[in-house]
């Protein structure tokens, strides 16, 4: 069983826009994804290495997200008019699921990421929605980044 889904108005500041990404937009996450949190703090430098393995991981976790349907997750753009529709920022949700289900989609990690550090990061975002929300039904944000070239 499906919640139903609303269509959302969104209201972005003047010169930008916001749309639903597309699998052709995985690089463009990645990027911003690098730009924003591997600049924020050495954890993610080392947790997140922007090496080939990883940016291949990302654009696969991106795709596997957008794919899935914005019954399961959705994945939000924003895009400089100013720079030709230039990606700025996105953000993940997982959307309320009726089983409970709070598994967000992911392919396996790269082989030389720290295992602890990794189960940290990502592994616990599942059991600790369990721990606060129960059995709630609810929608959870993923990833909210933004990057800005000013």
Known sequence: MRFPYPK?????????????ARVADADGLTNIW?????????LFEYATPDDPPTRKWFRE?????????PGVMRTLVVEDLSKDSELVGFARFHVPQ?????????PPVPDHW?????DAIWGQIARSRERVM???VHWSQSTLAFFSSM
């Open 8 to 20: 959302l108005h969104f209201r972005p500041p003047p010169g930008f826009r916001i749309r639903d």
């Open 34 to 42: 690098y730009a924003s949190f591997n600049a924020s703090h050495k």
């Open 61 to 69: 976790l991106w795709t596997m997200g957008i794919e899935s349907g």
């Open 98 to 106: 009726a089983d409970g289900n709070q598994d967000v989609p992911k």
């Open 114 to 118: 720290d295992p602890e550090i990794t």
């Open 134 to 136: 129960g059995g709630k």
